[in-house]
C-alpha cells in the first residue's frame, strides 16, 4: 500500500493514521450492535488484517482504536486512528 511505502521510505519513529471506521470491518469483518454507554467492539476482517500485518512488516508495533467525535463534537462521526511506534526506537 501507499502508506507502507511511505513508512519504508521515511522510517519514522511513530506514526498516526486515521480513516473511516469502516475499513475495519471490510471483507468479512463486524462490530457489535451499538448499545448506551458501551463502545463496540469489532471483529477485523481480512483488508485491516492485511494493512495492519503489513505495517508490523514494515517494523512497526500497531495499535488501534474506533473513535467517535460525539464525545466533543455535536456530530456522530467514527474514525479508526491506527498508531505505530517502530521497533528498536
Known sequence: ?????????????????ENVA???????????RRRRGEAPSFTVGRTFAAILAEFEACGYEVSWRVVNSRHWLP??????????FRRGG
Open 1 to 17: 500500500s501507499e502508506l507502507a511505502r511511505l513508512l519504508r521510505g521515511c522510517r519514522p519513529r511513530a506514526f498516526l493514521f
Open 75 to 84: 456530530q456522530f462521526r467514527e474514525r479508526v486512528y491506527m498508531v505505530g
Open 22 to 32: 469502516g475499513l475495519v470491518t471490510l471483507d468479512g469483518g463486524t462490530r457489535s
